[in-house]
Each structure stands twice: as C-alpha cells, then as structure tokens.
C-alpha cells in the first residue's frame, strides 16, 4: 500500500507537475518562485469543482513565448481620397473624349444623310430596329470617277445583313458584269441600272431578281478611305495569294505580297481597285473581295477599344466618304453587332461568262438561288467548285 499511496515523479513541461530535484525546471518558471508540485483540485461529493486557475501574474501564460509581427501602417484618408479624386477625374476626361468623338461623327453623319436623294429613300424597303431585327443593306463603291454621289459610277455591289439574334454577318456580292433583267431596260449588266435611273433602279433589279428587300443604303467612295485609314493608322489584312498590277495604278507599279500585310491610306486604295493584274485567275469576282476585305478590314479597325484614343479624327473622317440614309445610332449598332460576331459568311453571285452583243457577260447560273437562301440564313452556304472562277458560292470566316 504504501508503494501505491508514493507519488510517482514525472515531468510535466508547459506548467505541468515536476519533481524538486528535476534540473529541467527552471526552464519553465516564468516569474514567481521556486517551481512545486501542485495537484489538481479534487470533487468533492455534493459540490462543484472549483474553477480552474488563471493566468499568472503579469498576464503571461506558462510556456515558450511566441514573438508577433507588427500589424503594417495603414494609408493615411487624405491619401485614398486623393487617389479616388484622381480616378473620378480621369473617368471625366475619357468620358468628355468619347462624347467630343460622337458629335464629331454624328455631324459628319448628318452631313452624308444630306447627300442621299429623296427618290433613293423612297425606293427602300420599310425596316425594323438595327438593333434586334435582320436588316438588309446595300452598299455601293465607287470608283471615284464622278464629281458627285449623284453622277458617280457603282464600280461594286454588295449586300450586308446583319442578325444580331444569330451573331452573323452575310455577305453577297453582286458581279458588275452580271447580265439581269432591268425594269424598262431589258437584259443587261446590271451595273448598268446605276448609269440609267440611278440607286432607285439599282435597288428594284436587285429586289426583283434576287427577291431580297433592300432596307438601307450607303455609298462609299473609295477615295475617301484613304484619310480614314490614315486617322487609324493603317489596316493590317490576311492577303491570300500575291497581287501584282500589270498597268499602272495612280503612277506606280503595286505588288502586294501573299499573307498578311500591312496597308496605309494609299495603298489600300490601290488594293482594293487595281483592276488589271498579271494573275491570270484575276476578275471582278476577286476583284470585289479585295474591296470586301479592306471594308472588313476596316470595320474591324473601327470596332477596337484602342481606337477610343483616335475617336474625333476618327469620327470627323470615318463618314466624310459617304451618303447614307443610316444614322449615327444605327452605324454604332452595326459596329456593335460586327463586334458581338462569331462568324461572317461570304457569298457571291455568279454564272458564265460569255460574249453577248459584243460585251464580255455573266449569264447568271441556277446556283445562285443556293446562295440567295444561304444569305437569308434558311439552307447552309454552299462552296463555290474548286477550280472555278466565276462559279456562285461560300466562305466561312
């Protein structure tokens, strides 16, 4: 019994019970005296047992003491009230710029609203909302030959629809050389319809022979690009085989390498209208896609966040080279859907060529109607026959 009732010497680290003779305790005596024994209180029948013992004077808990980092110096308010007054103002300049931009190109869009006729109004389809409804428009180059919009020549023919509810933008090129009916004119190149009754005409042959409503309409001259392309620094295009002119084009030979170039003012104008090459394969079918690449080209340029930057230049020239019945807020929405879309489809009309009354002739092909449903989104885009040229057809991009 009196082995059982001897206290058993152990060690206790971090306040724990050691023994007198133990050469390890002073290590954990953290103030006060000498390090004893101490038992824990023991229940009592009938009572509670006692709360245990708090911390030992100065507030120091037994064991190894743990070293704090310092909390870092906050920023003083005047500081962060300084820093959000700056960012307010900088929000206030960017916002300033942007609306110097718009009213630079809302009056210039004005302006070119002003160069449409009346009778080219009228001849134009009823249309919905640009932004939420399928739209038809069509879009008219000009060679730049004339004085005027009203006198000028339709060197090319191309129909733009938007969807904004698909995220596509259609395609469809029109031949110059396309031999169609032409109300009070019988069958000729369709480019001819400009040159007898003007955009009216154009717009009722195209309507008639491809059953498509024409909703809106703009003219560009192509001479006019050149300042706008310059406002943005030039446009950067994926040129698919290499183009060098056979006859000089503004005084100077052109070759325009394959893959991707870079183009100023200048030089995209000779691209897109260089007609005689020494490429064999070369017609006013791949002539047009040029032209249809550097509006590409172009709207992708204009649709850039760093074109924010060149806003005013940018909106005084970007409608200086047309005449449109779309306004400001209609043009920024078709902005809008280029830049919301996922994909762009390509057609073009086409036929075979032959020699008719002593000119040179597309007689359309059966085909086209493939490519008319594939426009309006109803059938998938057929691809035009490898190998041909003048064949309809389309590309996915």
């Not at 195209?206 to 001479?223: D, K, M, Q, S």
């Not at 896609?289 to 909106?315: D, M």
């Not at 080279?321 to 996922?342: H, M, V, Y």
Request: net charge positive.
């Amino acid at each position: 019994m009196g082995v059982q009732n001897r206290q058993k010497a152990y060690r206790v680290y971090r306040g724990g019970r050691v023994t007198k003779d133990d050469p390890d305790a002073a290590r954990f005596n953290f103030g006060g005296g000498p390090a004893t024994v101490t038992r824990p209180p023991s229940a009592r029948p009938g009572g509670a047992r006692p709360a245990p013992a708090g911390p030992p004077p100065g507030g120091d808990l037994p064991g190894r003491k743990v070293a704090t980092v310092p909390s870092p110096g906050r920023l003083p308010r005047w500081w962060k009230k300084g820093l959000l007054i700056g960012i307010g103002v900088l929000l206030l300049l960017l916002l300033f710029w942007i609306y110097l931009g718009y009213r630079a190109f809302a009056g210039e869009v004005e302006r070119a609203n002003k160069r449409l006729d009346a009778k080219t109004k009228a001849a134009l389809s009823p249309a919905g909302s640009m932004w939420r409804d399928p739209q038809v428009t069509l879009v008219l180059g000009s060679d730049g030959r004339g004085k005027s919009f009203s006198n000028a020549r339709a060197d090319s023919i191309l129909l733009v629809r938007t969807d904004p509810g698909k995220h596509t933008i259609y395609m469809l090129s029109v031949p110059r050389d396309l031999r169609v009916p032409i109300p009070g004119n019988g069958d000729q190149k369709i480019n001819a319809a400009f040159a007898y009754g003007g955009s009216p005409l154009l717009i009722k042959t195209i309507r008639e022979f491809t059953g498509l409503p024409v909703n809106h309409i703009t003219y560009v001259a192509f001479r006019g690009f050149r300042e706008l392309i310059q406002a943005m620094g030039g446009l950067t295009i994926d040129n698919p085989y290499r183009i060098q002119s056979s006859q000089q084009f503004g005084g100077k030979d052109w070759v325009f390498a394959k893959g991707e170039i870079h183009l100023n003012g200048r030089n995209a104008l000779a691209y897109a209208r260089i007609r005689h090459t020494t490429n064999p394969k070369d017609s006013d079918i791949t002539r047009t896609e040029r032209q249809q690449r550097v509006l590409q080209a172009i709207a992708h340029q204009l649709v850039k966040p760093t074109s924010i930057f060149n806003l005013r230049s940018i909106g005084e020239a970007v409608a200086k080279p047309l005449a449109t019945d779309l306004s400001a807020s209609e043009l920024l929405a078709l902005g809008w859907i280029k830049f919301r879309s996922q994909r762009t489809v390509e057609c073009h009309l086409g036929g075979t060529p032959q020699l008719v009354g002593g000119q040179a002739v597309l007689v359309p092909s059966d085909r086209n109607r493939a490519v008319i449903s594939a426009f309006l989104g109803q059938t998938a885009p057929p691809r035009q026959p490898a190998g041909s040229l003048y064949d309809p057809g389309c590309t996915i991009k």
